[in-house]
């Protein structure tokens, strides 16, 4: 894979979603959490692996197209085309889910990102950054770029990752530095784990949390057989 630099700012109180972002989830997450609240051990029962949400941005213009944003709910869920230029079209690549229930999702079922992934095949595409930014009502605000760097031992050269994790809400945005003439972006969010409130009205955690999915394979390392005594 290609991975990314961070350039990052400190993370903030607020912007952790009380805690959610105080440690790396993959590893601390205990247990299922919906199998644990409806009876069983958390610790005998396999953690679920995270699922991405995965949406495409498609540029039908025949030139490059600055700042195209994915989310800003509040912002753009009602506005024409959420917000972006008639020639970007978004949509969600997941059967039977829209671009704009994404967006309702994110607004009443907020859920913390810990790996994201950026896959184009058009020329140039994947040098773009991406900026994530999260504020609030009150005026706070925290940003991250995502820059692709290349990485020598990565065969894949349509896509990138970054791990940082960051909350996504209503108020939460992923804005591309611009999607090149023509291109196809796809973006896949692995997420941590995510608010559920219908599940605290069942009795069961409002905080399910998943396991870090598989993404990146680590080839094994050959280990030279000792020689025997006598020179066999």
Not at 83 to 102: A, D, K, M, P, R
Request: include cysteine; proline fraction near 4%; glycine fraction near 6%.
């Amino acid at each position: 894979m290609r991975k990314t630099e961070n350039n990052n700012n400190e993370d903030k109180n607020w912007f952790s979603a009380d805690g959610w972002n105080s440690a790396d989830s993959w590893d601390n997450a205990e247990g299922d959490s919906w199998s644990a609240a409806e009876g069983g051990d958390a610790s005998l029962q396999p953690q679920r692996v995270s699922s991405p949400y995965i949406l495409q941005l498609v540029n039908a213009c025949t030139s490059a197209i600055a700042s195209v944003d994915i989310g800003d709910s509040y912002t753009n869920r009602a506005a024409s085309n959420f917000g972006q230029s008639s020639n970007i079209t978004l949509s969600s690549t997941i059967t039977g889910v829209t671009y704009i229930e994404f967006l309702a999702q994110s607004e009443s079922q907020p859920f913390k990102i810990g790996r994201t992934m950026v896959i184009s095949t058009s020329a140039g595409q994947l040098d773009q950054t991406v900026a994530v930014t999260h504020r609030d009502a009150v005026g706070n605000r925290s940003d991250h770029v995502i820059t692709p760097t290349i990485d020598p031992y990565q065969n894949q050269t349509d896509r990138i990752i970054d791990d940082y994790e960051y909350l996504f809400d209503g108020f939460t945005r992923l804005r591309f530095n611009q999607i090149n003439a023509s291109a196809t972006v796809t973006v896949r969010m692995y997420p941590t784990g995510k608010f559920v409130a219908t599940q605290l009205v069942a009795g069961r955690s409002g905080l399910p949390s998943y396991a870090a999915p598989h993404l990146i394979k680590v080839a094994p390392s050959a280990v030279a057989r000792p020689k025997s005594l006598g020179g066999r």
